[in-house]
């Protein structure tokens, strides 16, 4: 498009841009976790053709059990580096330990005293091709089995502490695009919720884990209750354990315009206390999941026969052949049916709600826009940020534009600085993100829903 009837466009945009809808956002991602197959990344390959659908987004966890595995466990980040290499739009979901178990603690982490070796694992993760991991940084830290609990009074420290992990490694590595999830339990308490988040800038995702199991005699569903009997069990267990929680983190991430995930769920077998072949759950949870209105950035099933619990559900056997039967049929028949009606991964042209930092900003001072935007094809973009009155006439203030090539799914950071002049006046402005073909030539999406204060 010629500047000329570009500003044009612009001007007549204005008018009307208060009444047009935010962007859609992209389906979830959907990922696995396999076990600790870092040596034999392939498996979600093999996961991938059961489930008839282009898994794109394994998960590893790291050990808990030395400083040099946080910093450099080169023989993971190697291997999943490679997998994620060979086809584009692949991620890693990684699981990052604050501290060795008894080697460390919160306290010592608030105060900064690790920022070095996570600034050196942001380097690693960077230099084995994994710069757009998305990090569960102290990952179930309201469950008392981590190393890192935030409870027992820790909660401030837990904050901190997240916060020292997420700045160092966003300093060692400004432009690898690493997305940070701040993941508790289902089943943490709302003033913990308060209490141990760090804050929005520190937090891409807000995720939960939770598994199909039940207490105070719901299970396990004792044999001779099938039928009606076995449902109304699971229905109930569901709408007093899972359905509130499940409420209470959508509460808490809508006003924060933050991103849900569940980087970890899954049935769970009876000897567990779980529901055993439940097919409502897996029902609910992808309801819940792929709902737009719930905002969930990515999920994970847990495809797994753990110590603690069964739950897989795919027939991949762990030399990546197709052997395994599992013992929940109809769970997996289920889940297999539920992605057969989904589109190709990628879904539509997506960008995020822009943020603004600091806040308030300063009239002719420099400030930062952040946001992304995923691409479902291969192509080239125009990105475009522009900055505008929050009221009419939405005068334009300030823009800065992108020109960036996209492999299919991927996502792109950006980081525009820009300036509100100090002829205009002080108030309230806002945020507008454009996308474009890579000639001008048409406006593919636009959302106007990121305000903010001038002083």
Same mark, same amino acid.
């Given at each position: 498009?010629?500047?000329?009837?570009?500003?044009?466009?612009?001007?007549?945009?204005?008018?009307?841009?208060?009444?047009?809808?935010?962007?859609?956002?992209?389906?979830?991602?959907?990922?696995?976790?396999?076990?600790?197959?870092?040596?034999?990344?392939?498996?979600?390959?093999?996961?991938?053709?059961?489930?008839?659908?282009?898994?794109?987004?394994?998960?590893?966890?790291?050990?808990?059990?030395?400083?040099?595995?946080?910093?450099?466990?080169?023989?993971?980040?190697?291997?999943?580096?490679?997998?994620?290499?060979?086809?584009?739009?692949?991620?890693?979901?990684?699981?990052?330990?604050?501290?060795?178990?008894?080697?460390?603690?919160?306290?010592?982490?608030?105060?900064?005293?690790?920022?070095?070796?996570?600034?050196?694992?942001?380097?690693?993760?960077?230099?084995?091709?994994?710069?757009?991991?998305?990090?569960?940084?102290?990952?179930?830290?309201?469950?008392?089995?981590?190393?890192?609990?935030?409870?027992?009074?820790?909660?401030?420290?837990?904050?901190?502490?997240?916060?020292?992990?997420?700045?160092?490694?966003?300093?060692?590595?400004?432009?690898?695009?690493?997305?940070?999830?701040?993941?508790?339990?289902?089943?943490?308490?709302?003033?913990?919720?308060?209490?141990?988040?760090?804050?929005?800038?520190?937090?891409?995702?807000?995720?939960?884990?939770?598994?199909?199991?039940?207490?105070?005699?719901?299970?396990?569903?004792?044999?001779?209750?099938?039928?009606?009997?076995?449902?109304?069990?699971?229905?109930?267990?569901?709408?007093?354990?899972?359905?509130?929680?499940?409420?209470?983190?959508?509460?808490?991430?809508?006003?924060?315009?933050?991103?849900?995930?569940?980087?970890?769920?899954?049935?769970?077998?009876?000897?567990?206390?779980?529901?055993?072949?439940?097919?409502?759950?897996?029902?609910?949870?992808?309801?819940?999941?792929?709902?737009?209105?719930?905002?969930?950035?990515?999920?994970?099933?847990?495809?797994?026969?753990?110590?603690?619990?069964?739950?897989?559900?795919?027939?991949?056997?762990?030399?990546?052949?197709?052997?395994?039967?599992?013992?929940?049929?109809?769970?997996?028949?289920?889940?297999?049916?539920?992605?057969?009606?989904?589109?190709?991964?990628?879904?539509?042209? %997506?960008?995020?709600?822009? +943020?603004? &930092? /600091?806040?308030? @900003?300063?009239?002719?001072?420099?400030?930062?826009? =952040?946001?992304? $935007?995923?691409?479902?094809?291969?192509?080239?973009?125009?990105?475009?940020?522009?900055?505008?009155?929050?009221?009419?006439?939405?005068?334009?203030?300030?823009?800065?534009?992108?020109?960036?090539?996209?492999? %299919?799914?991927?996502?792109? +950071?950006? &980081? /525009?600085?820009? @300036?509100?002049?100090?002829?205009?006046?002080?108030? =309230?402005?806002? $945020?507008?993100?454009?996308?474009?073909?890579?000639?001008?030539?048409?406006?593919?999406?636009?959302?106007?829903?990121?305000?903010?204060?001038?002083?």
């Amino acid at each position: 498009m010629k500047l000329g009837l570009q500003k044009l466009f612009h001007a007549a945009l204005a008018l009307v841009a208060v009444a047009l809808p935010v962007a859609a956002q992209t389906q979830p991602l959907t990922g696995v976790y396999r076990g600790e197959i870092y040596n034999v990344p392939h498996l979600v390959n093999a996961y991938s053709a059961w489930l008839g659908y282009d898994v794109s987004m394994g998960q590893g966890h790291q050990p808990k059990d030395s400083w040099a595995n946080i910093e450099n466990p080169s023989w993971q980040l190697n291997a999943w580096g490679a997998w994620v290499r060979a086809k584009p739009g692949r991620r890693l979901n990684y699981s990052v330990s604050m501290f060795p178990s008894g080697q460390g603690s919160l306290s010592q982490c608030a105060t900064g005293a690790y920022d070095f070796r996570f600034r050196n694992l942001a380097n690693n993760l960077a230099n084995a091709g994994l710069q757009r991991s998305i990090l569960r940084v102290g990952w179930e830290f309201s469950g008392n089995w981590m190393p890192w609990y935030s409870g027992n009074g820790q909660q401030a420290n837990f904050a901190e502490c997240f916060r020292r992990i997420v700045t160092a490694m966003r300093t060692a590595q400004p432009n690898a695009g690493f997305e940070f999830d701040w993941n508790p339990n289902y089943d943490i308490s709302a003033a913990d919720l308060s209490a141990t988040y760090p804050g929005d800038a520190y937090v891409d995702y807000i995720g939960f884990d939770l598994y199909d199991q039940g207490w105070n005699g719901r299970y396990p569903i004792p044999s001779g209750c099938t039928g009606t009997c076995q449902q109304g069990r699971w229905q109930q267990n569901w709408d007093i354990q899972f359905a509130p929680a499940l409420a209470k983190f959508r509460s808490f991430a809508a006003p924060r315009g933050k991103r849900l995930s569940v980087p970890e769920w899954g049935v769970n077998d009876a000897a567990t206390t779980g529901g055993g072949d439940n097919t409502y759950f897996v029902q609910q949870m992808l309801s819940f999941i792929f709902d737009p209105a719930n905002n969930v950035g990515y999920h994970s099933y847990f495809d797994y026969q753990a110590p603690d619990g069964l739950h897989q559900l795919s027939n991949v056997d762990n030399n990546g052949g197709h052997t395994f039967q599992t013992q929940f049929p109809n769970a997996a028949a289920l889940f297999k049916s539920f992605y057969a009606n989904l589109p190709p991964p990628g879904g539509p042209l %997506a960008a995020s709600k822009a +943020t603004v &930092t /600091p806040s308030p @900003v300063t009239r002719g001072q420099s400030f930062q826009v =952040s946001g992304s $935007v995923t691409s479902p094809t291969a192509q080239t973009l125009i990105v475009k940020y522009e900055i505008r009155t929050a009221a009419s006439p939405f005068t334009l203030v300030a823009e800065h534009f992108f020109s960036q090539s996209y492999s %299919a799914g991927q996502t792109r +950071t950006f &980081t /525009p600085a820009l @300036v509100i002049p100090t002829s205009r006046p002080a108030g =309230s402005y806002r $945020v507008d993100t454009l996308v474009y073909t890579g000639n001008w030539s048409q406006t593919l999406l636009y959302r106007n829903d990121t305000t903010f204060t001038a002083n």
